[in-house]
Antibody, heavy 123, light 111 residues
């Protein structure tokens, strides 16, 4: 079955760079028609979509964070990595990676979610 | 870009029906039939309930239904159960520049 698992630091300092890894099982990053995305949720607040990488190397980013985000795929390890530059306390959140199901690339059909990784930004 | 607008909270008694609205604009919900709904229980990852406005993934009870009119999408939960108490989020495609937008979330309380 499909599973996703986020890993990375739990604490980063302001201005540092955050690197989060999503390890995939049950499907490949190269599976035709699928995508892997990142969504975050600050404590007690709403979900916010960040980025997505599709099977065909197409990528999209949230416009408000685009300058700070990089999403990459590692086909050999079957992982998707999200890098966020210049972290700020406002970036404190649980970060989820998600499987975007086969179908139109436009549909937000996030049918499998990782458990989430809480990242705190503090000096 | 602004998040989609949802009521902060709704409530209903067991067995009743509730509807949660998600208001966007002509750039997102009004143009595209790519709206999803998610349910999130405390300290859990969200769960997909509805995609493409009205489609339920396998395993989601038919008590959950989605619809759209103009710039507003809606999630209706009929036959409310205690386990439906959770936060609900809508998400819509918003064009190639913004791509996806989430709503601010709605807390459902089952009285």
């Amino acid at each position: 079955q499909i599973t996703l698992k986020e890993s990375g630091p739990t604490l980063v300092k302001p201005t540092q760079t955050l690197t989060l890894t999503c390890s995939l099982s049950g499907f490949s990053v190269s599976t035709r028609g699928v995508g892997v995305g990142w969504i975050r949720q600050p404590p007690g607040r709403a979900l916010e979509w960040l980025a997505v990488s599709f099977w065909d190397d197409d990528e999209h980013y949230s416009p408000s964070l685009k300058s700070r985000l990089t999403i990459t795929k590692d086909t050999s390890k079957n992982q998707v990595v999200l890098v966020i530059n210049n972290m700020d306390p406002a970036d404190t959140a649980t970060y989820f990676c998600v499987h975007k199901a086969y179908g139109s690339p436009r549909t937000p059909k996030f049918d499998f979610w990782g458990q989430g990784a809480l990242v705190t930004v503090s000096s | 870009q602004s998040a989609l607008t949802q009521p902060r909270s709704v409530s209903g008694s067991p067995g009743q029906s509730v509807t949660i609205s998600c208001t966007g604009s002509s750039s997102d919900i009004g143009t595209w039939n790519y709206v999803s709904w998610f349910q999130q229980h405390p300290d859990k990852a969200p769960k997909l309930l509805i995609f493409d406005v009205t489609t339920r993934p396998s395993g989601v009870p038919d008590r959950f239904s989605g619809s759209k009119s103009g710039n507003t999408a809606s999630l209706t939960i009929s036959g409310l159960r205690a386990e439906d108490e959770a936060d609900y989020y809508c998400c819509s495609y918003a064009g190639n520049q913004i791509f996806w937008l989430f709503g601010g979330g709605t807390r459902l309380t089952v009285l």
